[in-house]
């Protein structure tokens, strides 16, 4: 089955400092990759949709300047949490899609925990 | 406005059958999903259905109605690792996912 990666899974960073996430899809190319924030007890919130190649269209609310996106390949997007704040501490999963198949299913990477101290 | 309804929390025993109930509203309708997630994971898929009628999948099934916008996924004899969140997801005229926030399904013994 199609497998997403993303590093690392756990990060601690402090206040004002910036902090990449990288998203991999291992066997299949990604023309698509979304990422997504979640809070404790919610559901999944997609702060942006990622096409290879182009700029990432970001939902509205999401600072683009603030959260970095870079989908510079077929198999890996980075997120960039710029100038972290303790309100940015999340978990953060991004998830690939690929052309073909019945429909357009979306395969998950494992997440990353950021806490911003 | 587009909109995922599912219960907040459900408790079912070890080897009993459980019921989450899923409605939704968006613009368009390109299938309906369910994720299970655990407690500090990624979701994982479960199903997909875009027709009417049932689909099983081993002890999970997942039935859909597009004309009452309304899902359930039925899982049968539970096990103590059943316990997690469950996600339904409604994909819109977009191909973009529309998210409940999640049914929390504890299981006891």
């Known amino acids: 089955g199609a497998v997403v990666s993303q590093h690392p899974s756990r990060v601690i960073c402090k206040s004002g400092t910036s902090v990449k996430i990288e998203c991999r899809s291992l066997?299949?190319?990604?023309?698509?990759m979304f990422w997504y924030r979640q809070f404790p007890k919610k559901s999944l919130m997609l702060m942006a949709t990622?096409?290879?190649?182009?700029?990432?269209?970001?939902e509205q609310g999401v600072e683009k300047d603030k959260f970095l996106i870079n989908h510079a390949s077929l198999t890996l997007s980075t997120l960039t949490v710029t100038s972290a704040h303790p309100e940015d501490s999340s978990f953060y999963i991004c998830?690939?899609?690929?052309?073909?198949?019945?429909?357009?299913?979306?395969?998950f990477g494992p997440g990353t925990r950021l806490t911003v101290l | 406005g587009q909109n995922i309804d599912q219960p907040t929390e459900m408790t079912a025993t070890e080897g009993a059958i459980v019921q989450i109930n899923c409605t939704y509203q968006?613009?368009?309708?390109?299938?309906l999903f369910w994720y299970q997630q655990h407690a500090g994971e990624a979701p994982t898929f479960l199903s997909y259905?875009?027709l009417d009628g049932l689909e099983e999948k081993g002890r999970f099934s997942s039935f859909l109605s597009r004309s009452k916008g309304y899902s359930y996924l039925l899982l049968k004899e539970l096990q103590m690792k059943d316990s997690a969140s469950y996600l339904c997801?409604?994909?819109?005229?977009?191909?973009?996912?529309?998210w409940g926030a999640g049914t929390k399904l504890i299981i006891k013994p």
């Open positions: 998830s690939a899609s690929a052309p073909g198949g019945s429909y357009n299913e979306q395969f």
């Open positions: 066997d299949f190319q990604a023309t698509t």
């Open positions: 990622s096409n290879e190649g182009s700029k990432a269209t970001y």
């Open positions: 968006t613009s368009g309708f390109n299938g």
């Open positions: 259905n875009v």
């Open positions: 997801a409604a994909m819109d005229s977009n191909y973009q996912l529309i």
